[in-house]
């Protein structure tokens, strides 16, 4: 099961920040490919390592990578390793 812990919300900030989460995802589990909107979103990777597809194109990715998923865009992490891959996603909104 993945984890997904709300560190802060669009109600802690005067504007901008969607949120500001930290998740855990278990050894060949994924986030999911899916498409955003009006926003902006960045993955740190703590911890493990995993791929990710932007715009259907595949990067391998691990601790201390930062991945920035532009507005509009398509994205998701597969953590296709024997390990966890823990995360800070932080989303803009861009209105």
Same mark, same amino acid.
């Given at each position: 099961? &993945?984890?997904? %812990?709300?560190?802060?919300?669009?109600? !802690?900030?005067?504007?901008?920040?969607?949120?500001? !989460?930290?998740? &855990?995802?278990? =050894?060949? +589990?994924? &986030?999911? %490919?899916?498409?955003? =909107?009006?926003?902006?979103?960045? %993955?740190?990777?703590?911890? /493990?390592?995993?791929?990710?597809?932007?715009? =259907?194109?595949?990067?391998?990715?691990?601790? /201390?990578?930062?991945?920035?998923?532009?507005?509009?865009?398509?994205?998701?992490?597969?953590?296709?390793?024997?390990?966890?891959?823990?995360? +800070?996603?932080?989303?803009?909104? +861009?209105?």
């Amino acid at each position: 099961m &993945v984890e997904l %812990y709300e560190i802060w919300g669009k109600a !802690d900030f005067i504007r901008g920040c969607d949120f500001i !989460d930290r998740q &855990v995802i278990p =050894s060949h +589990l994924t &986030v999911g %490919y899916h498409k955003h =909107s009006n926003n902006e979103e960045m %993955y740190i990777i703590l911890e /493990g390592t995993g791929t990710m597809t932007i715009d =259907s194109q595949e990067v391998k990715v691990k601790k /201390g990578d930062m991945i920035k998923n532009p507005p509009y865009g398509e994205h998701g992490l597969v953590n296709d390793s024997n390990d966890n891959i823990d995360l +800070l996603i932080i989303q803009m909104n +861009l209105e």
